[in-house]
Every structure is written in structure tokens, then in C-alpha cells.
């Protein structure tokens, strides 16, 4: 079902934000108001009951330091925008660097724990409705 794509992806995407809201070190408050709008709007990104538009994911992303196809789910693109970054932060070799890229590894990781777990519920639950279209992950991608 599409429904159940998008609520997957929402999730996926609001577990990328707050992970990169926190590798950036700011608070949902802080976050909030550097874009200029309420913590229960930030809050409802991430917990994925709120879709954001293009223009929202851009600012968001611009301000965290990450690509809009991290924040969305595009593997490769995350892939590419991490090993960039850290190469960048290697780069500095100083205290701070060297604390950003804890940092970042430990959300990264934190990410990855945390989409394997969406897959999998997805999956679980697409074999549970008897889904037999399903994309290669399991998930039904037929319209409802």
C-alpha cells in the first residue's frame, strides 16, 4: 500500500533529521528557532507526522550541513555525504574535528540500527496483509 511507503519514509526521514540535529549539537528549540518556527513543528518532523516540503528539507538540510537526499533516504547519497564529511573533518585534524567525527559515527551508526528496524517492520507487516507485490524490501507498492 502507498500509505504504508510513505509512513515508512516519513519515519525514515524524521530519524535522519533528529540524528543530524544532534550530530550538529542543537536542541529541537535551538533547531526551531534558527528556521524561524515552533519546536512542535520540528518535533513532528521527526517523529513523522508531519511531511515537510522541498523548501523546508533545503533549509533544514543547508543548516545541519547534509544533503537533502540524506534526510530523505537516498542511500547512496548518504553514503557519499558522510564519507565526505568526514574526510572534510579529518581533514582539520583538531579537537573539534576529531569530536564531530564521534559524532557523526555514532548517529551514522545509530541510523543505519534504526532504518534496518523500519525495513523490517515494513516487511513484517507487508507479509502479514498476505502482500505478494511488494518492492524488494517487502513493501507493498500498490495504490489503495
Same mark, same amino acid.
Given at each position: %500500500?502507498?500509505?504504508?511507503?510513505?509512513?515508512?519514509?516519513?519515519?525514515?526521514? $524524521?530519524?535522519?533529521?533528529?540524528?543530524?540535529?544532534?550530530?550538529?549539537?542543537?536542541?529541537?528549540?535551538?533547531? *526551531? /528557532?534558527?528556521? #524561524?518556527? $515552533?519546536?512542535?513543528?520540528?518535533?513532528?518532523?521527526?517523529? $513523522?507526522?508531519?511531511?515537510? /516540503?522541498?523548501?523546508? &528539507? $533545503?533549509?533544514?538540510? *543547508?543548516?545541519? !550541513?547534509?544533503?537533502?537526499?540524506? &534526510?530523505? !533516504? /537516498?542511500?547512496?547519497?548518504?553514503?557519499?555525504?558522510?564519507?565526505? @564529511?568526514?574526510?572534510?573533518?579529518?581533514?582539520?585534524? +583538531? &579537537?573539534?574535528? %576529531?569530536?564531530?567525527?564521534?559524532? %557523526?559515527?555514532?548517529?551514522?551508526?545509530? %541510523? @543505519?540500527?534504526?532504518?534496518?528496524?523500519?525495513?523490517? /517492520?515494513?516487511?513484517?507487516?507487508?507479509?502479514?496483509? #498476505? +502482500?505478494?507485490?511488494? +518492492?524488494?524490501?517487502?513493501?507493498?507498492?500498490?495504490?489503495?
Amino acid at each position: %500500500m502507498r500509505v504504508k511507503i510513505i509512513n515508512i519514509k516519513m519515519k525514515l526521514l $524524521g530519524r535522519r533529521l533528529k540524528a543530524a540535529r544532534k550530530a550538529a549539537g542543537l536542541s529541537q528549540s535551538q533547531f *526551531s /528557532d534558527k528556521l #524561524g518556527w $515552533g519546536q512542535s513543528r520540528t518535533s513532528s518532523y521527526e517523529i $513523522g507526522r508531519r511531511e515537510p /516540503d522541498l523548501v523546508d &528539507l $533545503g533549509r533544514m538540510a *543547508s543548516l545541519l !550541513g547534509v544533503s537533502v537526499s540524506h &534526510l530523505i !533516504g /537516498d542511500e547512496a547519497a548518504a553514503r557519499n555525504t558522510a564519507e565526505v @564529511m568526514l574526510l572534510k573533518n579529518f581533514r582539520l585534524c +583538531n &579537537l573539534r574535528a %576529531m569530536e564531530a567525527l564521534s559524532a %557523526m559515527a555514532a548517529s551514522y551508526a545509530d %541510523m @543505519m540500527v534504526e532504518h534496518a528496524a523500519i525495513m523490517q /517492520d515494513g516487511n513484517e507487516n507487508g507479509n502479514e496483509n #498476505g +502482500n505478494e507485490n511488494g +518492492n524488494e524490501n517487502g513493501v507493498a507498492t500498490q495504490d489503495i
